[in-house]
Nanobody
């Protein structure tokens, strides 16, 4: 059974930084994308960033460009999301997700395009 386990969430003051991690195991495919989404209370889940495991290319939601950085460690099957200059509106549960589907144009940025999800990690930014 595929497992995605997030960690690294917590409480941070506005302007601070935090790095969340996601370790993947038992993946049934070896060329895939890993993405980060977030969901704030009362809001829909939204796309944050994605990385292609085949070439390391990345894609970000416009609102996170310049503040968030997604990266990965192939050897550890781990993807990271480095979050800088955090704002109270970044408060949410952060989820990692993965898919083995092929995307010939663009990147998967819709939740329905992902096949497996982690349980999420809470990030709270205080003002």
């Amino acid at each position: 059974q595929v497992q995605l386990v997030e960690s690294g969430g917590g409480l941070v003051q506005a302007g601070g930084s935090l790095r969340v991690s996601c370790v993947a195991s038992r993946l049934p495919f070896n060329r895939y994308y890993m993405g980060w989404f977030r969901q704030a209370p009362g809001k829909e889940r939204e796309f944050v960033a994605v990385i292609s495991w085949s070439d390391g290319s990345t894609y970000y939601a416009d609102s996170q460009k310049g503040r968030f950085t997604i990266s990965g460690d192939n050897a550890k099957n781990t993807v990271y999301l480095q979050m800088n200059s955090l704002k109270p509106e970044d408060t949410a549960v952060y989820y990692c997700a993965t898919t083995g589907r092929q995307f010939y144009y663009g990147y998967p940025s819709m939740s329905g395009e992902y096949d497996y999800w982690g349980q999420g990690t809470q990030v709270t930014v205080s003002s």
